[in-house]
């Protein structure tokens, strides 16, 4: 079992930056693909960004354009997400979440592990 604590949220104006953390224990996250996903009341969850287990490939979802950038330390056993320039539309629970192996989904289905989620609030 992977167990996943999210850090790092909290309120900042629009244009400014959050840098989220996820640290995991139970199990290595070296061999774990690494996503984040965001929820907002009423909707579903929403992809973000992901990492493979090496680290060697991201993937973001369109809305992002540059602003977010993941990275793992697999020494620390941790994931993080630098966000940048956040828009009042970038307001939601932010989860972290852990995928046996290597996937290129973008799917909260193919995440087996998650966070409770950490809140991020951006004032206009």
């Known amino acids: 079992q992977v167990q996943l604590v999210e850090s790092g949220g909290g309120l900042v104006q629009a244009g400014g930056s959050l840098r989220l953390s996820c640290a995991a224990s139970g199990r290595t996250l070296s061999s774990y693909t690494m996503g984040w996903f965001r929820q907002t009341p009423g909707k579903e969850r929403e992809f973000v960004a992901r990492?493979?287990?090496?680290?060697?490939?991201?993937y973001y979802a369109d809305f992002v354009q540059g602003r977010f950038t993941i990275s793992r330390d697999n020494a620390k056993n941790t994931v993080s997400l630098q966000m940048n320039s956040l828009k009042p539309g970038d307001a939601a629970v932010y989860f972290c979440?852990?995928?046996?192996?290597?996937?290129?989904?973008?799917?909260?289905?193919?995440?087996?592990?998650w966070g409770q989620g950490t809140q991020v609030t951006v004032s206009s």
């Open positions: 990492i493979t287990p090496g680290a060697s490939g991201t």
């Open positions: 979440a852990a995928a046996t192996g290597f996937t290129y989904s973008t799917s909260s289905y193919a995440y087996a592990y």
